[in-house]
């Protein structure tokens, strides 16, 4: 099964609106943590918010907060007040904690235009 | 400050033949990992250093592919006989430590990787 799930392989937002992108994830370790880069053209892996397992709210870091409903195992990206800049791919990973792996999951990714 | 540097930022080989690629991580950060991109895909596991030795190479996908990082500071990834499907974007990317136990984190930060090409 795949650990990491993104159900939407491009997404459009109008300049300013806000977006969602989907992630949902499979694991049986009750410590892990939830990632989500984003990667311009460039290639660069840009880190942009995380959510632990144990956090009782949700994260966010400027316009990025992630909604995540532990019961569902989702953690959705939410972009408010979208810019140009942030046309990209989007990639949701995921590193569990109690199996000692610290490498990340990641799933295939959203790509994100944002129309003016 | 310097990030995560990778060289080259593009190597183009033939199928059979053996490459070098070689990160330089962030100063002071003991832990580094290998990651490869195919097309449309996210990055998966390759390799993980914490200090000198391999603390995980379970994604190694065989024989062909080895790691060394003999001074703890920059890695090299190596390919033997390259074939066509090694085709793909390998990232490194480098942190702090390692996780230990509870739900803190560490950032895992990117570099540009080397995209290898294997015609």
């Known amino acids: 099964a795949q650990k990491i799930t993104q159900t939407q392989p491009g997404m459009f937002v109008q300049e300013k609106e806000a977006v969602t992108l989907d992630c949902t994830y499979d694991?049986?370790?009750?410590?892990?943590?939830l990632f989500w880069y984003k990667q311009p053209s460039s290639g660069e892996m840009i880190f942009l918010i995380y959510?632990?397992?144990?956090?009782?709210q949700n994260a966010t870091e400027g316009r990025y907060s992630l909604n995540f409903q532990k019961a569902r195992k989702s953690a959705n990206l939410v972009i408010s007040a979208s810019q140009l800049g942030d046309s990209a791919m989007y990639f949701c990973a995921m590193r569990e904690r109690l199996t000692g792996a610290n490498n990340l999951f990641f799933g295939t990714g959203t790509r994100l235009t944002v129309i003016p | 400050g310097a990030g995560v540097s990778q060289t080259p930022s593009n190597k183009v080989t033939e199928k059979g033949k053996y490459v070098e690629l070689r990160c330089d991580p962030i100063s002071g950060h003991t832990a580094l990992y290998w990651y490869r991109q195919s097309l449309g895909q996210g990055p998966e596991f390759l390799i993980y250093f914490q200090g000198t030795g391999a603390a995980d190479d379970s994604g190694l996908p065989n024989d062909r592919f080895f790691a060394v990082r003999p001074e703890g500071s920059v890695s090299t990834l190596k390919i033997q006989r390259t074939e066509r499907g090694d085709s793909a974007v390998y990232l490194c990317a480098s942190s702090l430590r390692s996780d230990g136990t509870g739900a803190s984190y560490n950032e895992q930060f990117f570099g540009p990787g080397t995209r290898l090409t294997v015609l």
């Open positions: 959510q632990g397992s144990y956090d009782q």
């Open positions: 694991t049986s370790d009750p410590s892990y943590g």
